[in-house]
């Protein structure tokens, strides 16, 4: 980064030689991300390669093994969930922040648009281990859910430290970020399009999977993406909501590092493949952008 | 189309959706006024979960801990993410595509993966993990938001106004302080607000990267409420959110101005 060429240079009266603007705007930053990111990426791949690897050991690259041990069935089984838990809350995230983006973006008064939407992300500022807890207040066995339930009658549910609610507090956690990609999607939207369409004799059933859907798809592709990456990597709500039968892929290598048998080699493994499979959602999206963008 | 009615199906479930949204706000507010420590039951009207958590010395503490951090590397990252911004929008360069990528990295690697290999580089360094191998490591995403949030700006921005303080006779250093920062100010204050919050809000990264001595608010929290329901937590949540909300709309009025600005 040090040695960047610049090819404009903004001012020909400067005194100094043409490189040393660029390396004291561009260094400080490029130096801290090499050191603080990509060299300590580096080091988790290489000792990701390391057998059985403790704290403090040698790190010495010999073998596949902590790979290896990934693909057992137990530890497959954490990462088979971990996919499950953020398709199924991209799914939840998309079904319904796209009627609330859609609301908000085509529908609602257009001086109230900004208010709504602020109002609706502003629960994302609040604390993330707290918007946790407060689910478990709501979600336990004696909690707000089951007094509601019990004072109309209807048999309690039994949602805490399971699946379900893991889902919904993942869903909570994430929503404002999916309805937030949409509803910048939709607003971009042209409108006359909408109405070419109605005018041609489109249902509006038609006119919303032929014009509307086809229009925000990069919006929507978008939203996916982050909400499927942030889903995957999740720790707070599958610990603190999931109990011990919500065992994920980020739980897995948290235990690695900071519980009580640990194992960094394969720690680092489960962290590469974390990486990983982000890189390739991502890598998939730009692909798919990109057939969208030509076929348009 | 069909007759737009004001109650459409989108606007009840929008609605609804709110509902979801502040459900847990609602519930974690009604709690910390409620006198029963662990019920669900209304016993009555109490202030004394506030006053608790406000006397509370290691809740206290953790947030001295936390705004050290969050402040100190929300400061760093405003100077050097700033900086990255400028110098990417400006200048073309060999492997620019491989710095941009590297710069805007940790907006998209999952959190834990950062903190893992965060605290395996400090180990093999055998740098000893104090708050500021924390304060380093929140750097790295905090510089990122900043780098975003002005990146956007600098695209609306006038290049002419730098141009013309250079022939004027001002040295570059100050045309960049005196013509391109006061430019850049609100979209620099968005950023580290948004740095800001996330900072206070990480859990994962301090978690590997504190040593013994550091306590940050998350921790604390995550200590507390993972063992059982605690009163005082609700009244503690009701403050944040208040205070957080509150910078969220600072944050959002800076945003607005920059996007008014835009259109002068």
Redo the contacts between chains.
């Keep these: 980064m040090t040695s960047s060429v610049p090819k404009s240079e903004p001012t020909a009266t400067a005194p100094s030689p043409k490189w040393v603007q660029p390396t004291l705007l561009l260094a400080p930053a490029g130096i801290w991300l090499l050191l603080l990111l990509v060299v300590p990426t580096l080091l988790i791949f290489e000792l990701s390669l390391v057998p059985n690897i403790n704290p403090g050991g040698i790190v010495n690259p010999s073998g596949l093994d902590n790979y290896l041990r990934i693909v057992q069935p137990e530890r497959l089984n954490v990462i088979w969930r971990s996919l499950l838990f953020a398709v199924g809350t991209t799914v939840l995230t998309l079904a319904s922040g796209f009627p609330v983006a859609y609301y908000l973006a085509l529908i609602a008064p257009q001086r109230w648009r900004n208010l709504l939407l602020l109002g609706f992300v502003l629960p994302l500022w609040t604390s993330s281990l707290l918007r946790s807890y407060a689910w478990i207040t709501i979600l336990r066995p004696t909690g707000v859910l089951n007094t509601f339930l019990s004072s109309l009658g209807l048999p309690t549910l039994d949602l805490l430290n399971r699946a379900p609610a893991v889902l919904i507090g993942m869903t909570y956690s994430l929503l404002p970020y999916m309805v937030l990609i949409l509803y910048a999607s939709l607003e971009k939207l042209d409108r006359r399009l909408l109405e070419a369409s109605a005018d041609l004799g489109a249902t509006p059933q038609q006119t919303f999977w032929k014009v509307t859907v086809p229009q925000s798809l990069p919006g929507i592709a978008a939203g996916t993406l982050l909400v499927f990456i942030n889903g995957l990597g999740d720790f707070i709500n599958p610990e603190l909501l999931g109990g011990t039968s919500s065992m994920t892929a980020a739980r897995l290598i948290y235990n690695q590092f900071l519980g009580t048998t640990q194992n960094w080699g394969l720690g680092s493994a489960l962290s590469m493949m974390l990486i990983m499979v982000v890189s390739l959602a991502i890598a998939l999206l730009i692909k798919y952008g990109d057939n969208h963008a030509k076929s348009i | 189309?069909?007759s737009?009615s004001k109650f459409?199906?989108?606007?009840l479930?929008?609605l609804l959706?709110?509902g979801?949204?502040?459900?847990?706000?609602a519930?974690?507010s009604f709690?910390s006024f409620n006198q029963a420590p662990n019920?669900?039951?209304w016993t009555g009207f109490t202030f004394s979960w506030y006053s608790q958590f406000l006397q509370d010395s290691r809740i206290l503490s953790a947030l001295m801990d936390s705004l050290a951090v969050s402040i100190s590397a929300v400061a760093l990252s405003a100077?050097?993410?700033t900086?990255?911004a400028?110098?990417?929008a400006?200048?073309?360069?060999?492997?620019k595509g491989l710095?941009q990528g590297?710069?805007y990295?940790?907006l998209?690697?999952?959190?834990?993966?950062?903190a893992?290999?965060?605290?395996?580089?400090l180990?093999?360094i055998a740098v000893p993990l104090s708050l500021w191998t924390v304060i380093?490591?929140h750097?790295?995403f905090c510089?990122s938001y900043v780098?975003l949030s002005v990146s956007t700006r600098l695209v609306d921005l006038n290049p002419h106004l730098?141009?013309a303080a250079?022939d004027l006779g001002a040295t570059?250093l100050q045309a960049l302080v005196m013509v391109l920062l006061p430019q850049l100010m609100p979209a620099i204050i968005s950023g580290c607000l948004l740095a800001f919050?996330l900072s206070?809000?990480d859990?994962?990264i301090v978690?590997?990267t504190a040593g013994g001595g550091v306590t940050t608010?998350?921790m604390e929290?995550?200590s507390r409420?993972?063992v059982s329901?605690k009163p005082d937590?609700?009244a503690?949540?009701v403050f944040?959110?208040v205070t957080?909300?509150f910078?969220?709309?600072v944050a959002?009025l800076m945003r607005?101005r920059t996007h008014k600005k835009r259109f002068q």
Excluded at chain 2, 8 to 11: F, L, R
Excluded at chain 2, 20 to 25: D, G, S, T, V
Excluded at chain 2, 116 to 121: H, I, M, P, Q, S
Aim: charged share 10%; hydrophobic share 65%; proline share 5%.
């Design positions: 189309m069909r737009q459409s199906w989108q606007a479930f929008t959706m709110f979801f949204m502040y459900l847990p706000i519930v974690l709690y019920s669900a039951a100077v050097i993410g900086l990255m400028i110098g990417l400006r200048y073309q360069f060999l492997g710095y590297m710069a990295l940790p998209i690697i999952p959190d834990i993966a950062i893992v290999a965060t605290l395996v580089f180990a093999t380093a490591a750097v790295v510089l780098a730098e141009e250079l570059p919050v206070m809000d859990f994962l978690k590997f608010l998350p929290i995550f409420i993972r329901v937590m609700n503690l949540s944040l959110m957080s909300g910078v969220a709309i959002e607005q």
